[in-house]
């Protein structure tokens, strides 16, 4: 793979995203985010539910529902700024330039077309072929995905598919025309622990080949072992630790990230024990409708001290390339 580490593919600086409730209330989701994604690496967001990882996802592909607006921020994506692009220009880079492959594959395809098909279908929007070139390399696309009866695939329905099969159509369905970056949105959480390992081992196969760049959307730490090169940890709409899959698992900094890690380990060494408690994180999850001036996670954290519930912490450098938002590594 050619070594393109020190170029940004992506650059996402303060990025806002809020939602208007049905009650009238706005609700922050994504609050001053800001990540660089460099070509041809793997970045893990890890977080729990409702942290903003999916709106993460959305506003990369400007696909936010209509309740929800960027109210401010910049994506930058190959030097193109994407909050600029009209509906008709960001039509040309969604599957060309960012792919997205759906955490249920199961409601993304099209129950009534072959899945043959649908990979297709992306291909005759962004490139010009005739109907015997997309066969064909539709074709090439089940095979590099792992499946080794390719034309049975090609004509099969997605009802006569298992999970993991339609995962894999959905990833060469994203793979399709190239893009420079893959959105992995939760590809996992509908699979059972073989096909888990299975889909990490393939979009590490992928990444190696084509040194695509993946943002790797996850509840489960475990997830990225032997796949990130670097993990953001999210909490409340915002990054608060940055780190290697190795300095993440060895040495988690934030009392969020340390509690996320033990709360994964446990339930890998519980393993198909039903009467093992399993550790939880203390305390509500985050009301994104009602932001603490404070930090966010100091309402559950074990650490917590006076100056976190007066104002939000800066972010810290106790180790290189490690930021960190938290009081325990400065005032």
């Known amino acids: 793979m050619e070594d393109r580490s020190t170029e940004n593919l992506a650059q996402l600086r303060e990025l806002e995203v809020t939602y208007a409730s049905a009650g009238g209330a706005t609700i922050r989701a994504l609050d001053g985010l800001s990540i660089d994604i460099r070509a041809g690496e793997i970045v893990g967001i890890l977080g729990e539910s409702g942290c903003g990882k999916s709106t993460l996802a959305s506003a990369l592909l400007r696909l936010l529902p209509s309740n929800a607006q960027c109210a401010r921020g910049t994506i930058l994506v190959n030097g193109l700024d994407l909050m600029s692009l009209s509906e008709k220009e960001l039509r040309s880079i969604r599957g060309r330039v960012i792919s997205l492959i759906p955490q249920d594959p199961a409601l993304a395809l099209n129950p009534v077309m072959k899945v043959g098909l649908q990979i297709g279908e992306a291909l005759r929007a962004h490139l010009q072929s005739n109907a015997e070139h997309r066969r064909m390399r539709v074709m090439e696309l089940l095979q590099e995905v792992g499946f080794d009866q390719a034309a049975e695939i090609y004509s099969a329905y997605p009802h006569q598919l298992s999970g993991g099969q339609k995962q894999r159509i959905a990833i060469a369905q994203a793979l399709a025309c190239k893009p420079s970056l893959l959105i992995a ?141 938290c009081f325990k590594f400065g005032g």
């Not at 096909?195 to 489960?220: C, F, G, K, P």
Request: glycine content about 6%; some cysteine.
């Open 185 to 325: 949105d939760e590809p996992t959480s509908k699979l059972d622990v073989t096909l888990q390992a299975e889909i990490v081992t393939l979009l590490s196969q992928i990444r190696r080949r084509r040194a695509t760049a993946i943002l790797m959307i996850s509840h489960d730490p475990t997830v990225f072992a032997g796949l990130a090169d670097r993990i953001a940890v999210i909490y409340a709409g915002r990054i608060i630790e940055v780190g290697t899959a190795a300095q993440i698992f060895g040495r988690p900094l934030h009392p969020y990230t340390q509690a996320l890690v033990r709360i994964a380990i446990s339930s890998v060494a519980a393993g198909l024990n039903a009467r093992t408690r399993l550790p939880g994180i203390e305390g509500e999850a985050f009301d994104p409708s009602c932001v603490p001036v404070g930090c966010r996670f100091a309402p559950r954290c074990p650490d917590r001290m006076d100056v976190c519930s007066r104002r939000y912490p800066s972010e810290f450098l106790p180790e290189p390339h490690r930021p960190v938002s």
